[in-house]
Every structure is written in C-alpha cells, then in structure tokens.
C-alpha cells in the first residue's frame, strides 16, 4: 500500500519527492491520510526524517542527492538475455569485498549494498553449489535499476560509479527500432551512459540459435555505434571458456570495428579458459572488465580556468 498520494513520492523508502525534511510536513502526505484511515491500513506518522536512499538499486528519482556532490560515471551494460550482464555484476561485487578495493583504489562505499548483496549473494558459497543471478525481469519500467560504488582515487577525489542492471529485451528492441515505445529503458541509457559495455554470449554463438544470435547482436553493436558518439565502448565475450568458431568471432569482430574502430575487447567467463596458449582465470577476466569501466573517461575538451584582466571579477569572470 502507498504511503503517500503523490505517484511520483515513494515515501517511507527514500525522502520525500517534493523535499520535505519530514513526510508530515507535505501536502500529498496529508491528502493520503484520510484514504489510508478508510482502508484500514496501518501508516507511520511521517514525522522522522528519511534517508534519501533505500539500499536497494538507485531509480532516477534516488540520483540527484548523489550527483549533487559530484560527477558520477554511468556504465550501460548492453546485450540480449541470458548474455551474462548480471552475472558481471556479481562478480565485481564478489571481488570488491574480497579485495577492499576497486580498480586499485580503496572502496569508499555505496548507496545500494542491499541491490548489489541481491545479485551478489548467488555466487556465493552457502554449502551448495552456486549459481547464477536470476534473469533481470524486463518489467514496465522505463529507466533501470542502478547499482552505486565509490571509490577513492590516488589523488585523494571520491569517484562514484553506477552500473546499471537493465534486461536484455530492452536492447533487442531499441536494436531492431530506436523508436521503439518499449524500449524507452535503452534509449534513457544510450542517452546518459559514460561508457557501454556489449556482452556478446559465447554460448549462444555456438549453439543451434546462433545465426540469429549473430545477426541481433550485430544489430546492436550497430544501433550503439550510431548512437554513442565518442564514448568508450568495449565488447565482452562472455562464457568464454565456450568456444566459438573463428568465423563467428571475425564476423562480429569486423561488424564492430566498422562503426567503432576504436573498440576495445575482453573475454569473461566464471571458469578458468585458455586465451590462445594462455590460461586465464576467471577472477582476472572479470577484474578486467571492472577496471577498464571505472577508469577515468576522457572528456573530449578542456575544462579552461577562470582568468581575471582587472580588478573587477564581475566582468571579467571567463575572459580569455
């Protein structure tokens, strides 16, 4: 049951949306009132303070409280489903907490450890065998759930990063039509992404399905080379200790660099796999990925310092 009579207010799990210090206080809270009574439900007073975050994965009404102290980094995680997107998830969070430490960097927190501890927990060892996070439900959402870390830089400065955990459907859809009214979800992360990050499903291209696996994959990487402009992008094989023939590889390896030449090319997988005549393990192939993602962007100008010409910095503030 709704606490509040404000569609947008997700009141008592975040603050309140209209940026009330106490639910009580709002006119929406207090217009809920009378409708609660009738029900017969139970309702809290509203008049303690809320946090401005739950735990849970970030929606977009949850972001402005964290970006209000800084840039954060957005990292879309692209591809069709059952590719492996959420599995990458919980893997980092497995090595964050077993290293402390994020791409070198101490971990300095996060806002939503109860979302990552819930695709996390599956990979965990709990006397049975693990297994793998369950498939993230596409829903009627229309932004997705946003996982937040932050780490400490060697210069001192805090970095926050948000991955966002978005279902396949949402991209087999954007791929085919940009236009497409369910797949508002990708296009809200084509549009806002720092970097994206393409899994491409070894398991899939070498099974029964995989020339249409092929050919909606080659339309996304397509789809997203259009619409990235100069953001990074990297192409992830995941399940890579499956092989895949070389034609399959070369064939999607050429489509990518078409429209990104500047793509870059991990390989992941749970299990150790062999790389060539190199074994890899596969803790080392998911690091990669992670520091590659929360790595620095470049930000394609110039941030130009505020000069002053005399004495009075009113006018003068931005002259060359």
């Not at 303690?48 to 964290?66: C, D, K, V």
């Not at 954060?72 to 599995?87: D, F, M, P, W």
């Not at 695709?119 to 759930?145: D, I, K, M």
């Not at 249409?212 to 990235?228: D, K, M, V």
Request: aromatic share 8%.
């Amino acid at each position: 049951m709704r606490e509040c009579s404000y569609s947008k207010c997700n009141v008592p799990d975040v603050s309140c949306y209209m940026g009330e210090n106490v639910p009580s206080k709002c006119k929406y809270w207090q217009e809920g009132a009378g409708a609660s009574s009738d029900s017969g439900g139970t309702r809290s007073a509203g008049t303690e303070a809320l946090f401005p975050w739950s735990g849970t994965a970030m929606g977009t009404g949850e972001l402005a409280f964290l970006t209000s102290r800084g840039e954060a980094r957005l990292i879309a995680i692209a591809g069709a489903h059952n590719a492996g997107k959420t599995t990458l998830l919980a893997a980092w969070y497995q090595l964050i907490g077993r290293s402390g430490s994020i791409s070198g960097n101490p971990f300095a927190g996060s806002f939503t450890l109860e979302g990552w501890e819930a695709v996390g927990h599956n990979l965990r060892w709990q006397g049975n065998r693990p297994s793998f996070p369950p498939h993230t439900s596409s829903g009627a959402g229309r932004a997705p759930g946003m996982l937040h870390l932050s780490h400490r830089q060697s210069d001192g400065e805090l970095c926050d990063v948000l991955f966002a955990d978005s279902p396949g459907e949402w991209f087999q859809r954007w791929a085919v039509d940009k236009d497409a009214q369910d797949a508002e979800g990708a296009r809200w992360l084509a549009t806002r992404a720092s970097s994206f990050l393409i899994t491409a499903d070894c398991e899939v291209l070498a099974g029964d399905k995989r020339g249409p696996a092929r050919s909606a994959l080659i339309n996304l990487i397509r789809r997203i080379g259009t619409e990235r402009g100069n953001r990074p992008v990297a192409l992830v094989w995941t399940k890579a200790d499956i092989q895949i023939s070389d034609t399959m590889r070369n064939a999607i390896r050429e489509a990518a660099r078409l429209v990104m030449p500047d793509i870059v090319e991990f390989c992941t997988s749970v299990e150790g796999f062999e790389q060539g005549s190199v074994k890899v393990s596969g803790a080392d192939s998911m690091r990669a990925v992670l520091n590659w993602s929360v790595a620095a962007p470049s930000r394609g100008f110039e941030v130009r310092a505020p000069q002053l010409s005399d004495g009075d910095p009113f006018f003068n503030y931005g002259n060359a």
